[in-house]
């Protein structure tokens, strides 16, 4: 081979040694220059948000009905009065602007009424909640009376004696405020003897909680006791006690007697002792009727022109429970007497 052509051939294979050189180093330069591929992002899983809760707001005097104490109503049945969720919006609307009771001073009173009722497709004794409502610019009474069948005589105590009293009810939307500073208009009547205490209590002092009847004297009208000519007689005759009624002006005290003999309600050879029992009860009746009589003359003549006015604009509403899906219908029991002292309410609602 000559010389020039192994030259040649030499210098074609350093062409190629700096050309693979070259592109050697410009593949090893755009290697570390080029950004490594982006792992791929996993998607996220949302979790499922739970539905949003919305809660009614308190309404302002949602509690006002169980606030008032039910006077009368047996301490084993106050759980099943709460038994049901009654709704008293009517009473509550009373109070609003261009309501019944709107600006008044009102003075409340609980008490119960067990009716038959129909509820869930059949009918059921329930024990249903009623709230009176006396309109009047100062305490209806500052006593309770206590009565029944059972017990021989009435009584007229003082509400503290029973550990109730008239306080101020305030509603909700105020209860951070200081009581004495408000100007309350609306007051019930409240007991603050405590349940777990009941235990240690005499039968006597418990059953009276049950006999109570909130008291009311209304001195420009005659009582209806006063206008009574009837006496409730409860002989205590050996077999069993004789229960019954004597009216002195309409009944003949020798024949009736001898209708309790002739159907065995009392014993022949106790027709004189029951006699005398009689004529006693009768005659306590007429001294009572005479000194309430005496005692209304005393109080008007003292009373004053303001304090008559009052009495003669007082005004009794009696609220019954509205009917709700989730509660007995009582739209067909509601009665306007409220008490043999208060008599019937103006008005039912």
């Known amino acids: 081979m000559r010389k020039g052509a192994k030259r040649k051939a030499a210098s074609h294979e350093q062409e190629e040694k700096q050309v693979k050189a070259s592109s050697s180093s410009q593949e090893n330069l755009n290697n570390n220059n080029r950004k490594p591929a982006p792992k791929a992002k996993l998607a996220k899983t ?33 759980d099943s009065v709460y038994q049901f969720n009654w709704n008293f919006s009517n009473l509550e609307d009373a109070f609003e602007e261009g309501g019944k009771l ?30 009176v409502a006396v309109e009047s610019p100062f305490p209806p009474s500052d006593k309770i009376g206590i009565n029944s069948v059972q017990r021989e005589a009435e009584e007229i105590v003082p509400m503290k004696q029973m550990k109730m009293d008239w306080v101020p009810y305030i509603p909700l939307e105020k209860r951070d405020s200081q ?15 405590r349940r777990v205490a009941l235990k240690q209590m005499k039968i006597d002092r418990l059953k009276k909680y049950e006999y109570c009847l909130p008291y009311f004297y209304q001195p420009l009208k005659e009582d209806e006791l006063e206008q009574s000519t009837e006496v409730q007689i409860i ?17 003949e005290l020798d024949e009736f007697t ?32 005479r000194q309430a009589r005496e005692a ?35 739209s067909n029991v509601k009665a306007p007497f409220i008490n043999r002292y208060y008599g019937k309410a103006h008005e039912i609602l």
């Open 46 to 78: 949302s979790k499922p948000q739970p539905e949003p809760e919305y809660f009614e707001d308190k309404r302002n005097l949602e509690d006002l009905w169980k606030a008032a104490f039910p006077v009368g109503t047996e301490w084993d049945q106050l």
């Open 102 to 131: 709107y600006g008044k001073k009102v003075y409340l009173f609980g008490c119960t009424e067990p009716q038959l009722v129909p509820y869930k497709g059949e009918n059921k004794v329930i024990c249903i909640p009623v709230i």
């Open 179 to 193: 009581v004495d500073r408000l100007k309350s208009q609306i007051f019930i009547l409240s007991c603050t003897q």
């Open 235 to 251: 002989f205590p005759a050996e077999q069993k006690p004789v229960f019954c009624e004597f009216d002195w002006e309409l009944d």
């Open 258 to 289: 001898d209708k309790l003999i002739e159907a065995d309600e009392l014993d022949k050879d106790q027709k004189d002792a029951f006699k005398d029992f009689v004529k006693e009860k009768v005659r306590e009746a007429k001294k009572a009727n």
């Open 296 to 330: 209304r003359r005393k109080a008007l003549e003292e009373m004053s022109e303001e304090t008559k006015a009052a009495f003669q604009n007082m005004r009794f509403y009696k609220f019954y429970p509205v009917h709700t899906p989730d509660t007995p219908d009582v």
